[in-house]
């Protein structure tokens, strides 16, 4: 077996065609599929869907390489359009650069104008976050800080670019510097998560590494540090945090043991920093809603995946999510009179502030009770259903229940027998499997609904997004797993590889379910609006400038109404932004100012030279390699 281990490399090139190694003689070319325990071309299973050990475990070292991205990411669009199609060259508005009056870089803008003077009209506010790529130089880590939208002094920059306060190394993510100062061995990145729940609030991502490293990454004014590592043979192949930073959860290869594992997180935030200092929690309460700027992360154990051996991304949400509920996501005081509370004026130490979050009080449905996490497996064309409700109920049952287990969390550690308890200590706080769901094409991307709860999307590698009903599991009322079912589907893309939430939308702004369905194989992104048993392409993108779109994220909005999506462009190796929806200043609206107001409710900044076109090229940051993932936040 010796031979299988040593050509895996040029199987997995090979095997990047159209067919996708599928099985089958039909699913390879005509080419009869080689006998049981030999692996099929491009794939890590054989002729039988079973996982060839040694290709498994060799493919497992490579998974941050051009080899893994090939195997996770599948065919790109030139094995279904040999000879490439026509696509508009949309508009990009000229750059000019504004030195921030000496304060450090400044930045690029493109909308808006003329800059205001110091004082006038302004408002501020951004979105960054971090690109990973498969890096051309090896010896540098594959990530990078980038700024992807920025309003400030009456412009507005939609082009992707450093961060003016940036203190890093150029193109390497500050973070993974420090950490590399602190002597740590980082490895290069495969995955990354950050929560989406609080609209801005998900400060930190974190991101897993090849050797099974897991650190933060974030912004100038919440990076906090936080580094851990899962056990030994372990391998990470994608991160789901949940909605308000509660858990953070990882899929695994256990190369050691052959089998697929969930590595589950208690996080809690940092009592540091300009996050702690303005809004956070008092104390460190892991498990709880939060702002994403990781202090605390402790892994609890890892939940075995029955069925599956090699999961390759995961999607999870809870039945909480802040800016949907009444208050967007304040707090309110014990006695219901103010909804405008912040966390760090509601110590939990407190036993009336404890008493609001149980049974009829006013906090009482503003945290996270149950949720679902959906994985999938590309090679066993499986879908995986994991019921969250019982780490919810666990975190509620200490923080909520008497005071002796409240005094129980404070303050946690890191042992196994205190809070957060591990899963050997406290069996009953680990996720349960529902169901198992498998698919006649492999599964290629994956999301939970963060609007209804009820829903999930799964996209196959023939351009079909199904879509899923995970039966009240989401809300913690799921009794029956056969319940779970397919209820309709959605013709998208050929290989999409990315499925994003659509976060806000120019036709009525409102939130609902809807997502971005980035496909490879079309060189295309597709915004679908989603129904109980269908959905509408409402809105389809492309452009000559993109290569070889792999995965997209839709930039949160705050205080200034925009809608622009980032792209990772994996072979045009650029992070690249589509502005599709007006630009608003909300609050620039000084009467005072030397120089007009940009961009109002009255006259917003539209698309385009003419400014009638659906679409605007930002403008792209170029890597120092090929991205495939990006993820990113309001900045705090």
Same mark, same amino acid.
């Given at each position: 077996m010796r031979f299988i281990a040593a050509t895996i490399v040029t199987l997995l090139v090979q095997g990047c065609g159209a067919g996708g190694g599928d099985g089958g003689s039909g699913g390879n070319g005509g080419v009869p599929d080689?006998?049981?325990?030999?692996?099929?071309?491009?794939?890590? $299973?054989?002729?039988?869907?079973?996982?060839?050990?040694?290709?498994?475990?060799?493919?497992? !070292?490579?998974? =941050? /390489? %051009?080899?893994?991205? %090939?195997?996770?990411?599948?065919?790109s669009s030139t094995a279904y359009h040999p000879t490439p199609e026509t696509m508009p060259t949309w508009w990009q508005p000229p750059s000019q650069h504004f030195p921030n009056d000496g304060n450090g870089n400044g930045w690029y803008w493109e909308v808006g104008g003329p800059v205001s003077q110091p004082g006038e009209l302004d408002d501020y506010s951004s979105n960054q976050g971090q690109v990973l790529f498969v890096a051309d130089d090896t010896t540098k880590v594959g990530v990078s800080d980038v700024t992807t939208l920025l309003m400030g002094r009456n412009t507005f920059s939609e082009s992707p670019q450093l961060p003016w306060v940036y203190y890093g190394e150029g193109e390497v993510d500050v973070n993974v510097v420090l950490y590399q100062q602190m002597n740590e061995t980082i490895g290069q990145p495969i995955a990354a998560g950050r929560c989406f729940g609080n609209s801005g609030w998900c400060a930190n991502s974190l991101i897993g590494y090849q050797n099974g490293v897991l650190a933060t990454s974030g912004s100038n004014t919440a990076r906090t540090m936080n580094l851990l590592k899962l056990a030994p043979g372990k391998v990470p192949t994608s991160i789901a945090i949940t909605n308000s930073s509660e858990f953070a959860l990882v899929t695994v290869w256990d190369t050691v043991e052959v089998k697929g594992q969930v590595a589950v997180i208690a996080l809690g935030p940092s009592q540091e920093g300009f996050v702690a200092d303005t809004f956070e929690w008092p104390a460190t309460y892991p498990g709880f809603r939060n702002l994403g700027d990781i202090g605390f992360a402790k892994i609890l154990g890892y939940v075995d995946l029955p069925g599956m051996v090699a999961p390759t991304e995961i999607s999870a949400s809870s039945d909480y999510s802040p800016p949907l509920d009444d208050q967007q996501g304040w707090l309110c005081s014990p006695a219901g009179d103010d909804c405008r509370v912040l966390a760090k004026n509601l110590p939990l130490s407190d036993s009336a502030n404890r008493a609001s979050f149980s049974g009829s009080g006013p906090n009482a449905h503003r945290y996270s009770k149950a949720g679902v996490a959906v994985i999938i497996s590309k090679s066993e064309k499986k879908a995986l259903f994991l019921d969250l409700e019982p780490l919810f109920a666990k975190v509620q049952s200490m923080y909520f229940g008497t005071q002796e287990d409240f005094d129980k969390t404070q303050p946690p550690s890191m042992d196994?027998? &205190?809070?957060?308890?591990?899963?050997?200590?406290?069996?009953? @706080?680990?996720? !349960?499997v529902i169901t198992t769901m498998t698919f006649a094409e492999k599964p290629t991307a994956v999301r939970t609904s963060l609007i209804s709860n009820e829903r999930a999307w799964v996209a196959t590698q023939d351009g079909t997004l199904h879509i899923i009903d995970v039966a009240g599991y989401g &809300?913690?009322?799921? !009794? /029956?797993?056969?319940?779970?079912? %397919? $209820? *309709?589907? $959605?013709?998208? *893309? &050929?290989?999409?590889? =990315?499925i994003a939430y659509a976060k806000h939308d120019p036709a009525d702004g409102s939130r609902k379910d809807a997502v971005i369905v980035t496909s490879r194989g079309d060189r295309k992104l597709d915004w679908v609006n989603l129904t109980d048993t269908g959905g509408t392409v409402v809105r389809t993108l492309t452009d000559s400038r993109l290569i070889d779109p792999i995965w997209s994220e839709d930039n949160d909005n705050h205080g200034t109404e925009s809608y622009i999506v980032s792209i990772a462009d994996y072979a045009g190796k650029q992070?690249?932004?589509?502005?599709?929806? #007006?630009?608003? @200043?909300? !609050? #620039? /609206?000084?009467?005072?100012? =030397? $120089?007009?107001?940009?961009?109002?409710? =009255?006259?917003?900044?539209k698309m385009g030279e003419s400014g009638n076109d659906p679409f605007e090229f930002g403008g792209s940051f170029a890597t120092a390699g090929k991205p495939f993932q990006f993820t990113g936040a309001n900045t705090p």
């Amino acid at each position: 077996m010796r031979f299988i281990a040593a050509t895996i490399v040029t199987l997995l090139v090979q095997g990047c065609g159209a067919g996708g190694g599928d099985g089958g003689s039909g699913g390879n070319g005509g080419v009869p599929d080689p006998p049981p325990g030999t692996p099929l071309p491009g794939d890590i $299973v054989d002729s039988t869907g079973a996982v060839v050990p040694e290709a498994y475990q060799q493919l497992a !070292t490579q998974l =941050s /390489t %051009e080899v893994g991205i %090939e195997y996770r990411y599948g065919p790109s669009s030139t094995a279904y359009h040999p000879t490439p199609e026509t696509m508009p060259t949309w508009w990009q508005p000229p750059s000019q650069h504004f030195p921030n009056d000496g304060n450090g870089n400044g930045w690029y803008w493109e909308v808006g104008g003329p800059v205001s003077q110091p004082g006038e009209l302004d408002d501020y506010s951004s979105n960054q976050g971090q690109v990973l790529f498969v890096a051309d130089d090896t010896t540098k880590v594959g990530v990078s800080d980038v700024t992807t939208l920025l309003m400030g002094r009456n412009t507005f920059s939609e082009s992707p670019q450093l961060p003016w306060v940036y203190y890093g190394e150029g193109e390497v993510d500050v973070n993974v510097v420090l950490y590399q100062q602190m002597n740590e061995t980082i490895g290069q990145p495969i995955a990354a998560g950050r929560c989406f729940g609080n609209s801005g609030w998900c400060a930190n991502s974190l991101i897993g590494y090849q050797n099974g490293v897991l650190a933060t990454s974030g912004s100038n004014t919440a990076r906090t540090m936080n580094l851990l590592k899962l056990a030994p043979g372990k391998v990470p192949t994608s991160i789901a945090i949940t909605n308000s930073s509660e858990f953070a959860l990882v899929t695994v290869w256990d190369t050691v043991e052959v089998k697929g594992q969930v590595a589950v997180i208690a996080l809690g935030p940092s009592q540091e920093g300009f996050v702690a200092d303005t809004f956070e929690w008092p104390a460190t309460y892991p498990g709880f809603r939060n702002l994403g700027d990781i202090g605390f992360a402790k892994i609890l154990g890892y939940v075995d995946l029955p069925g599956m051996v090699a999961p390759t991304e995961i999607s999870a949400s809870s039945d909480y999510s802040p800016p949907l509920d009444d208050q967007q996501g304040w707090l309110c005081s014990p006695a219901g009179d103010d909804c405008r509370v912040l966390a760090k004026n509601l110590p939990l130490s407190d036993s009336a502030n404890r008493a609001s979050f149980s049974g009829s009080g006013p906090n009482a449905h503003r945290y996270s009770k149950a949720g679902v996490a959906v994985i999938i497996s590309k090679s066993e064309k499986k879908a995986l259903f994991l019921d969250l409700e019982p780490l919810f109920a666990k975190v509620q049952s200490m923080y909520f229940g008497t005071q002796e287990d409240f005094d129980k969390t404070q303050p946690p550690s890191m042992d196994a027998d &205190k809070w957060p308890y591990a899963f050997s200590a406290a069996p009953d @706080f680990a996720p !349960t499997v529902i169901t198992t769901m498998t698919f006649a094409e492999k599964p290629t991307a994956v999301r939970t609904s963060l609007i209804s709860n009820e829903r999930a999307w799964v996209a196959t590698q023939d351009g079909t997004l199904h879509i899923i009903d995970v039966a009240g599991y989401g &809300k913690g009322t799921g !009794t /029956t797993p056969a319940s779970i079912q %397919e $209820v *309709g589907t $959605v013709i998208v *893309g &050929k290989n999409p590889t =990315s499925i994003a939430y659509a976060k806000h939308d120019p036709a009525d702004g409102s939130r609902k379910d809807a997502v971005i369905v980035t496909s490879r194989g079309d060189r295309k992104l597709d915004w679908v609006n989603l129904t109980d048993t269908g959905g509408t392409v409402v809105r389809t993108l492309t452009d000559s400038r993109l290569i070889d779109p792999i995965w997209s994220e839709d930039n949160d909005n705050h205080g200034t109404e925009s809608y622009i999506v980032s792209i990772a462009d994996y072979a045009g190796k650029q992070l690249a932004n589509y502005r599709f929806g #007006n630009v608003i @200043f909300w !609050t #620039n /609206t000084d009467m005072n100012a =030397s $120089v007009p107001a940009a961009c109002q409710s =009255s006259a917003p900044c539209k698309m385009g030279e003419s400014g009638n076109d659906p679409f605007e090229f930002g403008g792209s940051f170029a890597t120092a390699g090929k991205p495939f993932q990006f993820t990113g936040a309001n900045t705090p």
